[in-house]
């Protein structure tokens, strides 16, 4: 009985008193502030740092990554959005209205990212329409990355106070 005790323990559904679920956010607003629009950033810096073949590279990976998310957008957008809208509900429902901390947990992680989903489509459009290379483009996406750090910082913030609220004011049986 003792493994089957650490492995629960391991994987406990309590999702805020669980270390696995803040280093899941850790990596997941870390790798979405490192991949803009798909492109690391590290390639932002490099072409700005050496020019070249590098703003080559950096200007063709965005057009590619661009033109894949605006495809996407125009072929299924709709489908996703509802699709979205529904499980954030669902999970929103089951989380704050049938206190089932795995969902409210979930929802904490999935409602920012979908803002930062909206934010990279709306990017890419004003990438695709404008067409800017060079500095103005590496200008468009330290921006984007700005605001999906802003978004992250917000995001953790609330996320850590919902999740001090459930260990501290409601406890480990629920109130």
């Known amino acids: 009985m003792d493994l089957y005790q650490n492995i629960f323990e391991l994987i406990d559904m309590r999702s805020f008193s669980n270390l696995w679920f803040w280093i899941a956010l850790a990596v997941l607003w870390s790798t979405a502030s490192h991949w ?4 690391p ?5 490099r072409a700005r740092r050496y020019g070249g073949q590098a703003e ?3 200007e063709d990976m965005v057009r590619i990554n661009t033109n894949r998310l605006l495809f996407i957008a125009n072929v299924s957008g709709l489908w996703l959005l ?10 929103g429902v089951l989380g704050f209205f049938y206190r089932l901390e795995i969902a409210q947990a979930l929802f904490l992680l999935g409602l920012p ?5 909206l934010l990279s489509l709306s990017t890419a459009r004003l ?5 800017p290379t060079g500095e103005a483009l590496r200008r468009r996406l330290i921006r ?3 605001y999906v750090q802003m978004i992250g910082v917000i995001s953790i913030f609330i996320t ?6 459930q260990n501290l004011a409601i406890g480990p049986l629920g109130g």
Do not use: P
């Open 113 to 117: 990212m979908s803002l930062v989903g």
């Open 127 to 131: 990438i695709y329409q404008t067409e």
């Open 144 to 146: 984007h990355r700005l």
């Open 56 to 58: 080559q590279d950096l």
């Open 160 to 165: 850590a106070l919902w999740g001090m609220y």
């Open 82 to 91: 509802g699709l979205g809208c529904f499980l954030l509900t669902g999970l």
């Open 36 to 39: 803009v629009l798909g492109v």
């Open 41 to 45: 950033f590290d390639m932002v810096a």
